[in-house]
C-alpha cells in the first residue's frame, strides 16, 4: 500500500494571474512523479460539489472499487459540507473538505482530480494539476472559449498526464458497440450521409442559492463571480459558460465526429434568447459539412428549450440503413429495402441485432412496403450480446467513463476519451457558439484548427 509518508507530496505557491479579476491562482513548483503501485486505490479529489459533482461523488466513485475519495472542494460551504456528511453517513468514510483547491492540492496526497466545476474554470485547474504531476478527468465541455480548450490538449501533451474529458457515452456500452462492431467492423450502414439529432427541453437550467450560506460578494469575485446568481447559475453567462450548445449540443456533435470519422469543414449556425432572455441562446440550429473518409455528409443539429417533445437522440442515415442511437430510449436500427433481408441475417447471426417476431410483419414482398425496413431493437439492451468487443463496461455511462480513467491511471486501460480527441470536438462547437453570438452565419474551418 502507499507509504503515508510519502515524499512526493506536491507543493504549491500561490500567485496572482491575470486570467480574471482578482482571481488567486495556484503554480507548482515542485513536480515529481508518484511510483503508482499495481495494488494502490487511485486517490482522488472532487473540484464542485454541485450537480454533477454530487453525482460524482454519490453515484460514481461509490461504484468503482478502485478510487478512493480523499478530499471535496467547493467555493459554497453548504454544498462541500453536505457531500462531506453525506459520504459519512453512507460509507463511514471522512473525507476532507476546502473552499480553494490550491489548498486542497497542497495538503492532500492526490493521485487525481475530478473537476466538476463551471466551465471557465477548467483550463486553469487543469493545467496546474496536471504541471503538479497529477491526473484529470474534467468535465466537459473544457472551456468556455477555443484558446484555453487548446491550452488543456496542450498541457496534456507537455506534461504526460492523463486528461480525459467527461462526455460519458464514449464510453456507453452501447454507442462504443455500435461505433466498434457495427461501423468499423462490419460496415453495416454501407456510408453514412446524414448525421440528425437534438436536445430538447422544456426549461432552461438555473438553481436557486441555498439560503443557509452566508455569501460575501469579495469571495465570490476572487473566484470569478460578480453575482451569488452567477455561481448558481454560470451556464447563462457568455464569460462563464457554453449554453445549450456546450452544455447539450458538445455531447451529441462529438458523437456526430466519431462515427462519422471525420471533423466538419464548414458550420452553419442560428440562435436566439427569445424564450428565456439570458444571455446565451436557449434555441439553436446547426448544419455541419463534412468530407468524411466514404464521402460527404451532412450533420444537422438543434436544441429547443420551450418543448421537450420528441427528447434527445441521434440519428445516422446511411446507403444500406438507418439508425437512432441515445442514452435514453431511442434505439432502434432499420434496413433499407434495396438490402436483401439474408444479407443481414448474419449481423442476426452472430448475435448483434435481433429480429424477432415483429419482423415477420415487414416481409421482402409484402403488400404496401414503404420502402424502409425496421428491425427489432438492436441487442445493445442486453450487454450480453455485445460480443465482439474490446471490452463491455456494463456501468451507467458516467461510471464507466470515470472507471476507464481510473483504471488507466493504474495502467490497466487507454482512455476513451482524451483531451486531444475531446478539442477536435469542441472547435466546431466554439465556431458554432461565434456564428450564433454573430446572428448567424457561415464559418469555414481550415483542418489545421483541429491540430494540437
Ligand atoms: N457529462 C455530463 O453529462 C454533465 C452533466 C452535468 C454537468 N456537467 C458538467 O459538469 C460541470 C459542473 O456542472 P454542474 O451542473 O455540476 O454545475 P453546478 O453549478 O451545479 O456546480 C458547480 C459547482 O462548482 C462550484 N465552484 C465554482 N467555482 C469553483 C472554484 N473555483 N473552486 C471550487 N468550486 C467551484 C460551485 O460553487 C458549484 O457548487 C460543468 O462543466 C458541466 O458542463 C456534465
Not at 475519495?69 to 453517513?89: H, Q, T
Not at 492532500?108 to 463551471?118: G, K, N, R, S, Y
Not at 420528441?310 to 441515445?326: K, L
Not at 441475417?345 to 415483429?358: E, F, H, P, T, V
Request: hydrophobic share 35%; proline share 3%.
Amino acid at each position: 500500500m502507499r507509504n503515508s509518508s510519502n515524499p512526493n507530496r506536491r507543493k504549491f505557491i500561490r500567485t496572482s494571474s491575470a486570467i480574471g479579476a482578482g482571481l488567486v491562482l495556484g503554480r507548482p513548483f515542485e513536480l515529481r512523479a508518484t511510483p503508482f503501485s499495481f495494488n494502490d486505490k487511485v486517490r482522488l479529489g472532487v473540484v464542485g460539489c454541485g450537480g454533477r459533482g454530487r453525482g460524482v461523488i454519490f453515484s460514481n466513485i461509490p461504484k468503482i472499487p478502485s478510487a478512493h475519495l480523499v478530499a471535496v472542494c467547493d467555493i459554497i460551504p453548504s454544498r462541500r459540507e453536505n457531500a462531506v456528511a453525506r459520504f459519512k453517513e453512507e460509507y463511514g468514510i471522512t473525507v476532507q473538505s476546502y473552499e480553494d483547491f490550491y489548498d486542497m492540492l497542497e495538503k492532500e496526497e492526490l493521485d487525481a482530480i475530478v473537476l466538476t466545476t463551471p466551465d471557465f474554470w477548467h483550463m486553469q485547474h487543469a493545467v496546474d494539476a496536471m504541471e503538479a504531476g497529477l491526473h484529470v478527468y474534467c468535465e466537459k465541455a473544457m472551456s468556455n472559449n477555443i484558446e484555453d480548450a487548446r491550452k488543456m490538449a496542450e498541457g496534456m501533451k507537455r506534461t504526460g498526464k492523463l486528461l480525459q474529458i467527461g462526455r460519458q457515452r464514449r464510453s456507453n456500452d452501447r454507442y462504443r458497440f455500435t461505433h466498434q462492431v457495427l461501423l468499423e467492423k462490419e460496415n453495416m450502414f454501407g456510408r453514412l450521409t446524414h448525421a440528425i439529432g437534438q436536445w430538447n427541453r422544456s426549461r432552461i437550467w438555473t438553481q436557486q442559492p441555498n439560503k443557509q450560506d452566508k455569501f460575501n460578494i469579495k469571495q465570490l469575485e476572487r473566484y470569478g463571480f460578480e453575482t451569488v446568481a452567477q455561481d448558481y447559475n454560470w451556464r447563462n453567462y457568455k464569460a462563464l459558460g457554453g449554453g445549450v450548445v456546450s452544455d447539450l449540443g458538445s455531447h451529441q456533435i462529438d458523437i456526430f465526429n466519431w462515427f462519422l470519422g471525420a471533423y466538419p469543414h464548414t458550420v452553419y449556425a442560428t440562435g436566439n434568447n427569445s424564450y428565456f432572455k439570458h444571455e446565451q441562446a436557449d434555441t439553436m440550429a446547426t448544419i455541419l459539412e463534412y468530407d468524411t473518409p466514404k464521402g460527404p455528409a451532412i450533420g444537422i443539429y438543434e436544441n429547443i428549450s420551450n418543448s421537450r417533445a420528441i427528447g434527445v437522440y441521434e440519428r445516422f442515415v446511411g446507403d444500406d440503413g438507418a439508425f437512432i442511437i441515445s442514452e435514453g430510449k431511442d434505439n432502434k436500427i432499420y434496413r433499407e429495402s434495396r438490402v436483401k433481408a439474408k444479407r443481414w441475417q448474419r449481423y442476426i447471426n452472430a448475435g448483434y441485432i435481433s429480429n424477432l417476431a415483429d419482423m415477420q410483419k415487414y416481409q421482402e414482398e409484402e403488400a404496401g412496403d414503404s420502402g424502409i425496413k425496421e428491425t427489432a431493437p438492436q441487442f445493445s439492451y442486453d450487454i450480453k450480446n455485445m460480443v465482439d468487443m474490446d471490452r463491455v463496461y456494463n456501468l451507467q455511462s458516467h461510471t464507466a467513463h470515470l472507471y476507464n480513467f481510473v483504471e488507466t491511471v493504474r495502467g490497466e486501460e487507454t482512455l476513451n476519451y482524451d483531451a486531444i480527441t475531446s478539442y477536435k470536438s469542441e472547435v466546431c462547437i466554439y465556431k458554432i457558439h461565434e456564428a450564433i453570438n454573430a446572428n448567424g452565419g457561415r464559418i469555414v474551418i481550415d483542418p489545421s484548427e483541429y491540430e494540437v
